[in-house]
């Protein structure tokens, strides 16, 4: 029998030294398509992820992550990138999909008048009133108003550019979760990172100067002393508020 998802959950730790084994990269290939079914803020999408398998590249990327072990005994590593700029083609693929969907259901009769005004309103309209900015500066002037229209009713309030940095990488570090509950799932080890030098890390991939590194994640088979410490949680009840 398979694993069940919270034996993934319990079973995965960070894992800092792998075994000198190979793993099969097309099996990463599919646990990253796992991580693309992870949730996102308004099915936007913007991340990429980028799968290292070439021998040079890792050890350029290992030397980029400080040589720390879990980066240097790596078998693969993926690097997980948020694309905020790439929000105005998501939001036309985004559109295009439902367009295309809402023709089919048109012409099975189904009435998708409203929830057509709605998507087009809410991928021509929101979406670029939320993500266009101008240096930051279209970023105050939204936080100003949200600030003045939300004394009166709820509003969307992560308008500045720093917002939505967060808004972004949000999802991202979703889709690492996918990813590695996946890698576990099928007896694969990983190490999420974000120590990396990241400048460095976009040139040694050639990645555009707005694309942002998340984190990286290592991954290999975990050697015997590759899990440094049993785990450690603090208690649950200082983290679990019920109301
Ligand atoms: C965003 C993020 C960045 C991390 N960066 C590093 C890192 O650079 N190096 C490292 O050895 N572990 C890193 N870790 C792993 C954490 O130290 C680890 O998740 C934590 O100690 C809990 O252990 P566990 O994952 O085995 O449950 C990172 C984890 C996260 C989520």
Redo the contacts with the bound molecule.
């Keep these: 029998m398979s694993k069940t998802v919270t034996d993934a959950i319990k079973d995965?730790?960070?894992v800092?030294k792998y075994k000198d084994v190979e793993i099969d990269p097309e099996k990463v290939r599919k646990c990253i398509e796992n991580a693309t079914l992870a949730p996102n803020s308004s099915n936007m999408q913007l991340w990429e992820f980028i799968h290292i398998t070439d021998k040079k590249i890792l050890k350029k990327i290992a030397y980029a992550?400080f040589n720390?072990?879990?980066a240097k005994t790596s078998k693969n590593m993926v690097v997980f990138v948020a694309r905020r700029d790439k929000w105005r083609s998501r939001a036309k693929e985004n559109l295009n999909f439902l367009e295309n969907l809402f023709d089919k259901q048109e012409k099975e009769g189904i009435d998708v008048k409203k929830r057509r005004i709605l998507s087009r309103r809410y991928y021509k309209k929101i979406m670029p009133t939320i993500y266009s900015d101008f240096f930051g500066i279209i970023g105050i002037y939204k936080k100003l108003l949200s600030y003045i229209i939300g004394l009166f009713r709820p509003i969307y309030r992560e308008v500045l550019f720093s917002d939505l940095k967060v808004v972004t990488h949000k999802s991202v570090?979703l889709a690492?979760e996918n990813f590695m509950l996946s890698m576990n799932e099928i007896g694969y080890d990983t190490?999420?990172?974000?120590?990396?030098d990241t400048t460095r890390v976009k040139k040694i991939l050639n990645l555009p100067r707005k694309a942002e590194i998340?984190?990286i994640i290592s991954c290999g088979i975990k050697d015997k002393k590759g899990?440094y410490s049993p785990?450690?949680r603090v208690s649950f009840d200082e983290v679990y508020k019920r109301v």
């Design positions: 995965r730790r960070s800092r992550c720390q072990n879990a570090a690492a190490c999420p990172m974000e120590g990396s998340t984190m899990i785990r450690f």
